[in-house]
């Protein structure tokens, strides 16, 4: 993979391209701030953006969200101080598929970068925990339970697709079903999760370790 590195402090780059290039990764830019990473993105075309959530003149989130639109998105990973849902809920939407901390990037960017281009989703481990550990209390503090208990095995099936990044056409292909069927087993399924979105499926599979 082709990947483009930004970060506004250059010792991090410099860290990062040292643990992609071991892993025999080509690092075709680096960019310091998030004007400069979208016009080397539209410039190189890389396969891949690791893209610090917090840069002058543009976040990673804005990056991330400008990249999604062109006419081959590279895939995105976000690093972030941040383990909040607000911030991973908003990187999501903009388009990235993996969501790392930057207290565990030495560990967890390797597995990221494999599971994006495979085109999987991926947090780290603290985030994962983070997340779980939220939706818990909440819905102890609501006198709530989970719901995915009353899920079709079909709703549960196109649930996992859906949060691994298939499209409503791919799952319909992969379980030979008609895509009115498979939009009417989402439609179903986020009524009675209470999910809204594909970033909220998503973050509902990590927290039932549906994805890693």
């Known amino acids: 993979m082709r990947v483009l590195l930004a970060d506004d402090h250059s010792i991090v780059r410099?860290?990062?391209?040292?643990?992609?290039?071991?892993?025999?990764?080509t690092v075709v830019a680096e960019a310091s701030d998030g004007l400069e990473a979208m016009r080397l993105c539209e410039e190189?075309?890389?396969?891949?953006?690791?893209?610090?959530?917090?840069?002058?003149?543009?976040?990673?989130?804005?990056?991330?969200?400008?990249?999604?639109?062109?006419?081959?998105?590279?895939?995105?990973?976000?690093?972030?101080?941040?383990?909040?849902?607000?911030?991973?809920?908003?990187?999501?939407?903009?388009?990235?598929?993996?969501y790392l901390l930057k207290s565990a990037t030495d560990e967890d960017l390797i597995p990221a970068v494999r599971a994006v281009a495979a085109g999987k989703p991926f947090f780290s481990p603290a985030v994962t925990a983070v997340l779980v550990e939220d939706y818990v209390r909440r819905l102890q503090q609501r006198g709530l339970t989970d719901s995915y208990h009353l899920l079709t095995d079909r709703e549960k099936e196109v649930l996992q697709l859906l949060a691994e990044g298939r499209?409503?056409?791919?799952?319909?292909?992969?379980?030979?079903?008609?895509?009115?069927?498979?939009?009417?087993?989402?439609a179903n399924l986020m009524q009675k999760l209470?999910?809204?979105n594909t970033a909220e499926i998503v973050l509902y599979a990590v927290r039932k370790g549906l994805i890693v």
């Open 194 to 196: 209470n999910l809204h």
């Open 167 to 186: 499209s409503n056409k791919e799952v319909a292909v992969l379980l030979n079903l008609g895509l009115s069927t498979v939009e009417t087993h989402r």
């Open 14 to 25: 410099r860290g990062l391209r040292g643990l992609l290039e071991a892993a025999g990764l």
């Open 44 to 98: 190189h075309h890389p396969d891949l953006l690791i893209l610090d959530i917090g840069m002058p003149k543009l976040s990673g989130i804005e990056v991330a969200a400008r990249a999604h639109k062109m006419a081959h998105p590279p895939g995105v990973i976000i690093l972030s101080v941040h383990g909040d849902e607000s911030y991973i809920m908003r990187a999501l939407a903009a388009g990235a598929r993996a």
